[in-house]
């Protein structure tokens, strides 16, 4: 198991305690998120620390990485209660809640990390985020993580293999009924718990990208490793609408424009950076071999027909994707 998240194994009861001595402290703010510390979403949210600190801003930004404060689901809680202030958030929890964001979740909408972060700077996307204010959010703009891909403990080299083998997936309904539709069995497991689930064959392969294949090395455990890009992976950062009432318009502005910046550096810089995991994968042996959408069979457009009726946002961003591509 990596270090950091042994390390957050013992950090957690420290972290809330801390979250709690900090809890009604208004110069403080907290921003949680459920990446470890080497990861670029915890890197993002540093700087923007550091740029606040630099700045002389009234508040200071504290980071808490590694789900210290919850899993997403209890993060959103706390920011729906006003008692974490932002957080990074996957897509899951909220496509759960708000049938807009199952829209990222259409296999082959981004056609590469480059045509993502198109998608992810659209009108569409942004009507999508503004949605969260229904469940008492603030959408303060988007990042993304690398395009996924398949890692295999077996060997996996066509669709057939696929076949009921126990798929990691990310906890919500429209992800887990694209690895249905491909015949497999999903089986929801967090990001921290990944790498002792797969070494010891809780799943047989897993729904990833080749950032933490890299990082977590899950590598080390698979015998396939496959270049699909058969699905996009934002990422959503949010602020608890109550806190979010306490602040003056200038810190809005001010606090708007910060994170809108780092975010936009953020969604460009994973258009090389997915590229440069990749190579470095291949760097340290690992065969990564390159697969198209038929890989998937049927899946692909069966996932399209039963989820765009589901959300007319599925077929909005599709349009809109097809427009930027
Ligand atoms: C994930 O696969 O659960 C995940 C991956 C990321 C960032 C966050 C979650 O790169």
Redesign the pocket.
Known sequence: MPKWFVGCIFCFSAAMTSFSAASGNGDVMRLGL??PPP?Q?TKTATAIAAELEKDGFSKKLSVFPSGQLGNEAQMLQLLQTGAMDIGFF?TSELANRLPQFAAFYTPYLAKDAAHAARILSGTVAVEILASTRKIGLVGLGYGM??MRQIVARGQVSGYGDLKGLKVRV?PDAPLTDFWYLAGTAPTAI??SVLYDAFANGQVDAM???F??TLRLKFYQHAKSVLYTDHMM?P?VALASAKSWARMSEDDKKYLNNVFQKHLAVLLTSYVTADQGFKEKLIEEGVNIVKVDKDFFGDAPDNWYDRWSKRSPYVQKLKEEADSVR
């Open positions: 459920i990446t990861h979403w996957t993580a690398g990310v967090p990001l729904h990833i990208d950032e933490n992976f990422m």
